[in-house]
């Protein structure tokens, strides 16, 4: 009865979505599932019953890349002493996110015998529903700034301006710029010279730049923009290719 007791508890564990761990007093590793050892990818021939847990961290962070972990030694090294020392007095639950842009809730407890049991749960899709939650949130606020703003503002051009500084502010974007339709060509765009710049110096040259050119139809993003009646976004606006490019060129270096 013991012997099939034992077996249930493993494949209970092993059927298990989280991942999970079990090390003894020790710190040696006594029983983990199929999960948990696919944390440590190319290394699962080290996680095995009897192996230290500060090896398998060492192993782990030391073979991951630079990518998922810090690419100096001394950085490395300050990770897994603070690795260590979580392990060693579990406490509150903590959260990850990897540089796939997975997230993971990890629960450690320390036993009555000093041994440690650890849960590793997937919780992307719920933090995914937190930030869209949170996102809605933080437009909702800048709506009612933009409101605000704008039956307090004296004129047109300070209502823009309020709008572009409360858009601007809410996504974290560095530079934006307000366009209108040409005085001599409705058809084309000119720049209203009302900017957002976190950092004048840095953007002085292409403001100064895109501050004269007129933006023919269909042509740059704001043209682009407004043909298809929705956002246009580009990674590299210096590619020759980018839509961002008028009939103009953009100024050298920048």
Partial sequence: EATQARQQLFDA???MEDAFVLFGPDDRLILCNSVYRKLYPGLEEHVVPGAEFEKLVRLHIENAGDVEYPSSEQDKQALIQKRLERHRN????????TPGGRWTRISEHKMSD???????????????????????????????????HA?????????LQSCL????????????HVFAPASNDPSCFESLGLWHCANKD????????????????????????????????VTDVTAADSPAMTTSTLPSGR
């Fill in 90 to 97: 579990p406490g509150q639950v903590w959260e990850r996110q």
């Fill in 114 to 148: 000093g041994s440690v049991v650890a849960i590793r749960t997937d919780i992307t899709d719920l933090k995914t529903r937190e930030l869209q939650l949170q996102g809605h949130s933080e437009i909702a606020e800048m709506l009612n700034r933009v409101a605000i």
């Fill in 151 to 159: 039956n307090e503002a004296h004129s047109f051009a300070e209502v």
């Fill in 13 to 15: 564990i092993e059927a």
């Fill in 165 to 176: 500084d409360d858009i601007c502010g809410a996504i974290r974007w560095p530079i934006g």
């Fill in 202 to 233: 840095e953007f002085a040259v292409f403001q100064s730049w895109l501050g004269n050119v007129q933006l023919e139809p269909g042509r740059g993003l704001v043209g682009l923009a407004v043909k298809a009646k929705s956002p246009v976004w």
